[in-house]
């Protein structure tokens, strides 16, 4: 009691009335209220005592009174140190995202605060500022509850942000700067009825661009919703702004068949006039946000977490219309013909159909394939671009080119595909089948279900096949007898060895090449005999081994078949009759009953996998039509 006795007695009033205030507010605050009144009447110009009596209203949640008591001390003490530290928590809070109670009682007091004390406060807090990213942050409070300042204070915020990233980030789109630009500044500025300098705004809208889509290839950790909405959002306000008359498309529900065709209606519309700035640069830029829209919705739906796809050229069962059919005939044919393109999966891939499309949008004039070409550079599109250009030059069946393009890729089950299939259609089966090898030693282990649609009735078929064991196998089979069967129509062109090969690889998918059997079961026929030096160790398929079983019967044609190279079993014999050749009869029942134990036994993948590296040898033989 002495001591504090004495420690009172070193006080000032001043001070003793703000310590007995506190004293009692733990206890009853009515009390430590009656003190500060007390406190204030006598000591009317103490910041001290006002900001105590702030302190005890905002501990008792009485946010009228404390915005009351925080309104006195600022126009009274406005260069007071704990006036200002309380000024930076509110407008922390204010900037906060966060609904912490003691954040939600100090918004809530701002709002009690007259409106040209917070205007004034919140000017004086930005000037205050010596930290350049704070200072924005404050501008961007002021302009987002004052917009009627936004034509005052705006400029001189954009101009901050600019010289800051300059100064700070170079070369860097996704920064703290940047960030503040694309999703609050240009918001703000574009929706308040400020007029833009022109060039201005269009670089204003290519940061914003090249910012969203940096941020969308690699997001930060500190998360933007809807960074898509927000970009097109960016596109509106500020196209409005440029009197792009594409911009108010940009305020319409995301999908991507509505853009692409309003797209290629203005195109289509401006096409005598596709060199004029105004209608080329919305055209390039509206057109490069779309694609960049298309392009990674339709890479998310290709590749999610469960299934990868790779883009293929399969397989068509139709050729081009006759020149000789007439015009209107042949129209009609080559609608129905059209490139086709197809998935495993339930997406069926039309995304890269329209990002085609809005690619010919973008180079329908050399004026504008020199300027998508510069702006490409600017707003680094390079890692966008990539493989979607290896994907077009498939699309319009450039094999040369896509070969190109793949070649320096590097090495992966995808890109050893795509060159697998490129060698395909440019005939280059020695190639092929390199590839072909190479692929078998990098399956994956998932052994995911066959396709039933690498064969579809058009000219063209581009797929997206699975990446998984058995699709990937499938695939390789599939070119691998296309490629055989490239002979079947040349006479002689074909022997034992080939229709032999044919019917392993076709057990891949079977019943799914069962024609192909119809058309080598016709030839064996004719021939009136068979010799398969591999074909215990390959085919094992029993709708297969039926059917040769079939043709070596009486019935069937009678055919001499040669199933077990150095066994000695019929060699070089026609078994014509039930009668002769029991012996021989009974050893080729064996055979056949031996083989078809396999089927549903030995896995099919192992099979076609081992075939095609053991007998690398013996198919490119049969490749090269010999």
């Known amino acids: 009691m002495l001591e504090k006795a004495k420690s009172s007695e070193n006080l000032s009033k001043e001070e003793y009335l703000i310590r007995r205030a506190k004293e009692e ?7 430590a209220k009656s003190w500060l009144i007390t406190a204030k009447s006598l000591f009317p110009h103490s910041a001290k005592v006002q900001f105590e009596a702030y302190r005890i209203e905002k501990l008792s949640k009485n946010v009228k009174e404390a915005a009351k008591c925080f309104s006195e001390i600022f126009q009274n003490f406005p260069d007071d140190r704990d006036i200002w530290k309380e000024i930076e928590t509110v407008t922390a809070c204010l900037r906060s995202e966060q609904c912490d109670p003691e954040a939600d009682l100090l918004c809530q007091m701002f709002q009690h605060i007259p409106q040209d004390l917070q205007h004034r406060l919140l000017v004086m807090t930005a000037d205050h ?5 704070e200072h924005c942050k404050l501008l961007l409070l002021l302009l987002g509850r004052f917009p009627q300042t936004i034509a005052t204070h705006g400029p001189r915020l954009v101009e901050t942000l600019l010289t800051a990233e300059k100064h700070s980030h170079p070369g860097r789109a996704v920064n703290g700067f940047r960030r503040l630009l694309a999703c609050d500044a240009l918001p703000l500025l574009g929706s308040a009825p400020v007029e833009l300098n022109p060039r201005l705004s269009l670089r204003l809208l290519c940061k914003a661009v090249e910012f969203y889509l ?79 829209r298309v392009l990674h919705e339709h890479a998310a739906l290709i590749n999610s977490a ?19 059919d007439p015009k209107l005939k042949r129209r ?62 498939m699309y ?60 579809v009735p ?22 691998l007898l296309a490629s055989i069967k490239e002979n079947f129509t040349i006479p002689g062109g074909v022997g034992d060895l080939a229709l032999g090969h044919s019917m392993v690889l076709m057990q891949m998918d079977w019943p799914q090449e069962a024609g192909t059997l119809g058309i080598i079961t016709e030839r064996i026929l004719n021939r009136g005999s068979f010799g398969y030096p591999l ?20 019935h069937g044609g009678g055919v001499s078949l040669d199933i077990a190279s150095g066994s000695g079993i019929l060699q070089s014999r026609r078994i014509t009759t039930r009668g002769a050749d029991k012996g021989v009869r009974e050893e080729v029942k064996q055979a056949m009953r031996r083989q078809a134990a396999r089927d549903g036994i030995e896995p099919m993948d192992d099979l076609i996998q081992r075939f095609i590296v053991n007998e690398k040898n013996a198919i490119l033989h049969s490749l090269m039509g010999q």
């Open 25 to 31: 507010l733990p206890r009853n605050i009515y009390a």
């Open 129 to 133: 500022s010596e930290d350049t990213m």
């Open 214 to 292: 940096a941020y969308i290839q690699h997001p930060q950790d500190a998360q933007i919703l809807q960074p898509w909405d927000r970009l097109f959002q960016v596109v509106e306000l500020i196209g409005g702004k440029l009197t792009w008359e594409l911009s108010s498309l940009f305020a319409m529900p995301w999908s991507r068949e509505t853009y692409s065709e309003r797209l290629q209606l203005y195109a289509s519309t401006h096409s005598g006039s596709l060199c004029e700035e105004l209608v080329a640069r919305q055209l390039l830029v509206c057109s490069i946000v779309v694609l960049m």
């Open 306 to 324: 469960e299934t990868t796809y790779c883009l293929v050229e399969a397989f068509g069962e139709m050729s081009y219309p006759s020149a000789a």
């Open 332 to 393: 009609k044919r080559e609608d129905s013909l059209a490139l086709m393109v197809t998935s495993d999966g339930e997406y069926n891939g039309n995304g890269l159909g329209i990002a085609v499309r809005l690619w010919d949008i973008l180079h329908s004039s050399d004026y504008l394939q020199r300027e998508v070409g510069k702006l490409s550079q600017q707003l680094r599109l390079d890692t966008w671009l990539s493989l979607f250009l290896t994907d077009l030059a």
């Open 396 to 455: 319009k069946g450039l094999h040369r080119d896509t070969l190109s393009r793949l070649s320096q890729e590097s090495c992966n089950l995808s890109t050893e595909l795509r060159l697998a299939s490129s060698c395909y259609f440019l005939k280059d089966y020695k190639s092929m089948l390199e590839h072909i090898v190479l692929i078998t030693s990098m399956l994956p282990v998932a052994r995911g279900k066959i396709s039933m649609n690498l064969t």
């Open 458 to 479: 058009a000219v063209r078929h581009l797929h997206y096949l699975t990446l998984a064991r058995n699709p990937v196998l499938q695939y390789c089979s599939r070119l």
């Open 535 to 554: 074909f215990q160790a390959y085919i094992i398929c029993v709708d297969i081994l039926e059917e040769l079983t079939y043709l070596w019967t009486e």
